[in-house]
C-alpha cells in the first residue's frame, strides 16, 4: 500500500534554497496571475500588430517595384498617357518606398522633358532630399540646376551644378559634370576656377575621347 505524500512545511521550505525559489515563483504567479495574463495578451497582440505591418510593408514593396517597372515600360515605348498615370499612382500610394522615392526622379524628369519645370522642380526636390541613389542623383542635380537658370537663382543653380559632382560615382559622369560647372562658372567671368577645373579634368589618366575634346574646346575659349 502506498503512503500519503508527505506535506512540505513552510519551515522545510525555507531550510531548501531550491523548494524557497520554487515556492517564492508558485506564490507570486498565483498572486498575480491577472497581470501576467495581461502582460501575456499585450506581447501576443503586439507580435501581430508587428507581423501585420510587416507584411504590409512587404506588399507595399513588391507592388511599387511592380508599378516602377511599368512607368519605365510606359516611358521607353513613349506611353506618355500610362506613363503619367503610373508614375502619379507610384508616388501618391508608394511615395515612402524605395521604388516610390525613385518614382520622383522619373516624375520630376518626365515634367522637365514635358518643359513643366515647376512639377520637375518639386518632384526631383523631394527626391534629392529623400534618395541616396548615386546613379540618379547627378542628373537629379543637373536638371535642377538648368530649372534655376532659367529663373534666374544663380546661387541655386551653382549649388546643384556641385553637388552633381559631390555625387558622381561614375568618373565619366564626374568629369563631364566638372565641365559642365567650369562652362557656367566661365559665363559668369570666374574664369580662375574655371580654369583650374578643366585643368583637373584635363589632367586625368582617364579619360574618353569625347571629354578630352570638350574640355580642350572649353580651355580654349577660356583663354581666347
Known amino acids: 500500500m502506498l503512503k500519503p505524500r508527505k506535506k512540505i512545511t513552510k519551515k522545510e521550505i525555507k531550510k531548501d534554497p531550491l523548494l524557497e525559489t520554487i515556492y517564492n515563483i508558485e ?4 498572486d498575480n496571475r491577472r497581470t501576467y495574463l495581461r502582460i501575456a495578451v499585450g506581447i501576443i497582440v503586439l507580435l501581430i500588430v ?8 512587404l506588399k507595399a ?7 516602377l517597372g511599368e512607368a519605365l515600360v510606359s516611358l521607353e515605348i513613349g506611353d506618355v498617357d500610362n506613363a503619367r498615370y503610373q508614375l502619379e499612382e507610384l508616388i501618391d500610394e508608394y511615395g515612402s518606398t524605395e521604388s516610390g522615392t525613385r518614382g520622383y526622379y522619373f516624375w520630376g524628369k518626365f515634367n522637365y522633358e514635358q518643359q513643366d519645370y515647376e512639377a520637375a522642380e518639386n518632384a526631383l526636390s523631394t527626391f534629392v532630399a529623400e534618395s541616396s541613389d548615386k546613379l540618379l542623383l547627378p542628373a537629379a542635380h543637373r536638371m535642377l540646376a538648368e530649372i534655376y537658370r532659367q529663373e534666374g537663382n544663380d546661387a541655386k543653380a551653382e549649388e546643384h551644378l556641385r553637388k552633381a559632382i559631390e555625387t558622381s560615382e561614375i568618373r565619366s559622369v564626374k568629369q563631364n559634370n566638372q565641365l559642365d560647372l567650369a562652362a557656367y562658372l566661365m559665363e ?23 571629354i ?9 575659349r577660356l583663354k581666347g
Do not use: C, F, P, Y
Request: hydrophobic share 35%; glycine share 2%.
Open 27 to 30: 506564490t507570486k504567479l498565483r
Open 50 to 57: 508587428i507581423i501585420t505591418l510587416n507584411n504590409r510593408r
Open 61 to 67: 514593396i513588391e507592388e511599387s517595384e511592380t508599378l
Open 188 to 210: 559668369k567671368n570666374e574664369t580662375d576656377e574655371a580654369l583650374s577645373i578643366v585643368d583637373e579634368v584635363l589632367a586625368s589618366d582617364e579619360l574618353e575621347t569625347t
Open 212 to 220: 578630352r575634346q570638350n574640355a580642350e574646346k572649353l580651355l580654349g
